[in-house]
Structure formats: C-alpha cells, structure tokens
C-alpha cells in the first residue's frame, strides 16, 4: 500500500495506490501555507489515517509546493508554504507519522505521475509545465525523473524571457504569466481574465503569457529535445483554448523542423497528479 500526499498552498490531496498503479481512495482537504505547523501536521496525520483505512502504509510519499534542497528542507523564497519553511520535512514527517516518508518538489512529482501512469506513459522525455501562485516544471529525461546537481531543477518560472528593464525589476516569466500574479495584477480571476481575452479585450495581460510561455517551452525543447510537454495546474480547466493559445506561440518560437514531433497537451491524472507522483516516489524508494 503506498500513500501519496500533495502539499499545497491551499489544499492538501491524497490517494491510496496499488503498486500497480491503481488509484484504490482519494482525498482533498483544506490545508496548505497559511494555518499553524501543528495543524498543518494533524491534518497530514489525518489524511493518512484515513487512506489507510486502519492499516499501516508502506510510506508516504510527498509533494510540497516548493524546492527541497539537498539537506531536504525549503527556503523562504524558494515556497508557497511559509509554516513548513527550514523543516527537515522527511524526517518531521516521519517522526510524526511514524513511517518512512520521502519528499520531492510538486512540479517533480507531477511529472513523475503522468510518466508512471498518465499522458507521458512510455515516453521518455518530456516535461510537465506547473501553473498556480507561480510557474514550476518537471523533467523526464532518458526516462528518468531528472532532480539536478542541487536538487533544484525544474525552476522554470524563474526564466527571465525579456531584456532587464532600465529601472524597475527584472521581470520572470512567472511574475507574468503564473495564474496567481496575473490575478493579483489584473483585478480579476485568471479565468475571468481569460474569458475577457477570448471575447477580444486586448488588456488582460493574456497574449503576453501565451509569448512567453510559448517562447519558454520552445528554448528548453530546442535544449533536451522533448517528445510531450504537459500543462498541469490552474489552466487545465481552461481547456482546448488555452492549449491551442500556447501552441501556437511555441510553433511561431521554435524552428519547424524541429516541432513536429513534440506534443503538447494536459494531463490524464488531474489534480492528483502530484499525489500519485508522491505515491510513485515512494514505490522507487521501496523498490531500491
């Protein structure tokens, strides 16, 4: 039984796997950065206890919206999760849970889902694209999960995709583009702000993230040479049009000889994405 846990700003989500891959019960809980460590603690007890139905797990695998550094712990600046900030989060969580617990980046995690057993199955390289307060990704290269020398590859929001300004700061693509800035930028929704650019309204900021994103995925495929890009996060329920939008800012990015072969689309997993990627790093661990 392997219990796999996604930590988010907002929300905690849960599943039960078999190690076949099999989603068996699932959960989301409020939970995330902003309540107190202890009950952010409780509430993970809880969601275990309750996807393991009375028995003890194997682990817990989990996802944190931030970077786990080497030491396995997260920086201020580095996460969505102020209460969890400088914890050795395995080891806490294992003291608290009283089993083994292994701990990744959520953006890692999701990509590891989605190439155990979603959109990217059988591939080999891809990435997985990470939209909500900020902008994250995921590597599979070689058909490995791709961690980095420092454990903090994937910090695709951190891109700087415009020349440095002459006087204010020095834009990342995440403070342009994540659903969360642009919200906060814009006065409205990132939904609300997207319908507005389908019915024509030119000043919601929504063609410059369609550039940059665009622009984004075409330099790191022109890099790694990927087969799938998957789109995870705030924007899935946007759909086709929103896909559409990002592809074809990647076509105008990226030469033509070398897209045709690379896909890009939404995930098969969902929301839980994370969580079974959490799950799927467990079953590695165990299977080591």
Known sequence: MLIGLDVGGTN???????????????????AGGRIPREQLFDAVATAVETLSAGRVPDGVGMAFGGTVQADGTMRADSTNLANLVDLPLADAFSDRL?????????????????????AARGLRNAMIVTFGTGIGAGLLLDGRIHRGGRLACGELGLFRMTP??????????????????????????????????????????????????GRAIANVHLLLDLEMVVLFGAVVGLGEPFRRAVEERFDAACPE??????????GDLGPLAGAIGAAALLREEIEA
């Not at 989500?13 to 019960?25: F, H, N, Y």
């Not at 292994?102 to 590891?112: E, F, I, S």
């Not at 006065?187 to 369609?210: C, I, P, S, Y």
């Not at 000889?257 to 939404?266: L, M, P, T």
């Open 12 to 30: 905690l989500k849960g599943v039960r796997m078999a190690p076949t891959g099999v989603v068996e019960d699932h959960l989301t809980i409020p």
């Open 98 to 118: 009283g089993v083994p617990c292994v701990a990744d980046h959520d953006g890692r995690a999701a990509m590891r889902g989605e190439a155990w057993t979603g």
């Open 164 to 213: 440095p300004p002459a006087t204010d700061a020095w834009p990342t693509l995440e403070d342009v583009a994540a659903p969360g800035r642009l919200a906060a930028r814009g006065g409205a929704g990132f939904a609300a702000l997207f319908e507005q650019w389908q019915n024509g309204d030119a000043t919601t900021g929504m063609d410059e993230v369609f550039e940059q994103v």
């Open 257 to 266: 000889s070398f897209r045709d072969d690379i896909r890009i689309g939404f």
